[in-house]
């Protein structure tokens, strides 16, 4: 089996049509759980390099994800994709020279976050698909089967809650294109303004979904960035639309955590995606708790 690093010289070289030897590999961007990012140089100009994690198919449908990156290029906000393979999900961009937004301090940035949200939420653009929450829960839940996996009361519970409350936070009419996983460590600051990568989870989707990614690290983060995005102080309504969708992604996200856990992730990669599985629990409770 070849290493990720021979995979990078071997793709590259190939795409490029140069010798491996010419492609050196610089090192592994930090940040994600799904997939292993590399920084690449052909000489001395810098790509990137992206390797999805064991299974992400199940998550991600990179053809979609393909007519989505064509779709947002005009919003000039990603790095430019030179290459997507739609059955590896391999993908070689242009390197943006900048500092992830997870390593300052996001509060210092919520202006700049608020005009790169609004200019893809106030575009005309529109997603290949819609994010579609519900459909999507029940999707990732069906990977579990495979597994003859109950889900526990607990989780029941906590879904019929969300499933109530969505009858008067979801509406159709709200969708707009959105980023859908605008974490702190896909804003990157530059030279030329605040860009933002990784556009996977792109999809049509209530524009409140992308300011509750923002608080991914800490909600604190989305809950300061709510009034900036509006230019006015939230409502009760509008903080409790934020606290839905929250409640919603760590739903979504304990899923995935435990399907990680059961095709061996936890083993390989030395993280215990069960005890993440329940701390997504605890935050959905919380973040369900914190509806008025």
Not at 142 to 167: A, F, N, P, V
Request: net charge negative; glycine share 6%.
């Amino acid at each position: 089996m070849m290493t990720n690093e021979q995979v990078i010289k071997e793709v590259t070289s190939e795409v490029f049509g140069i010798n491996s030897n010419q492609v050196e590999v610089v090192e592994r961007l930090m940040g994600g759980m799904s997939n292993y990012t590399y920084v690449f140089k052909i000489n001395d100009k810098k790509y990137t390099f992206r390797i999805p994690g064991k299974n992400a198919e199940k998550f991600v449908d990179r053809i979609i994800e393909q007519k989505n990156i064509n779709t947002v290029n005009e919003l000039g906000l990603n790095n430019h994709t030179l290459f997507l393979d739609v059955e590896s999900g391999y993908k070689i961009a242009e390197y943006i020279e900048g500092k992830p937004l997870s390593e300052l301090n996001p509060l210092d940035y919520l202006n700049k976050a608020a005009e790169v949200l609004h200019k893809i939420h106030n575009s005309s653009l529109k997603a290949e698909n819609d994010y579609d929450p519900k459909g999507r829960l029940a999707f990732y839940e069906s990977h579990l089967e495979e597994y003859d996996y109950k889900h526990t009361d607990r989780y029941l519970k906590l879904k019929k809650r969300w499933e109530k409350l969505s009858k008067e936070y979801m509406d159709n009419k709200r969708l707009t294109l959105t980023h859908g996983d605008s974490q702190i460590s896909n804003f990157v600051v530059t030279d030329n303004g605040l860009r933002l990568m990784d556009w996977e989870f792109t999809g049509n989707n209530d524009p409140f979904y992308d300011i509750a990614c923002f608080g991914n690290n800490d909600f604190n983060h989305a809950v300061s960035l709510l009034p900036v995005y509006l230019g006015h102080q939230p409502s009760t309504k509008e903080y409790n639309r934020l606290y839905f969708f929250r409640a919603f992604q760590c739903l979504q996200w304990h899923n995935v955590a435990l399907y990680k856990e059961f095709i061996g992730l936890s083993i390989d990669l030395g993280v215990d995606f069960n005890f993440i599985a329940n701390l997504y629990l605890d935050k959905t409770e919380k973040f369900l708790d914190s509806i008025k």
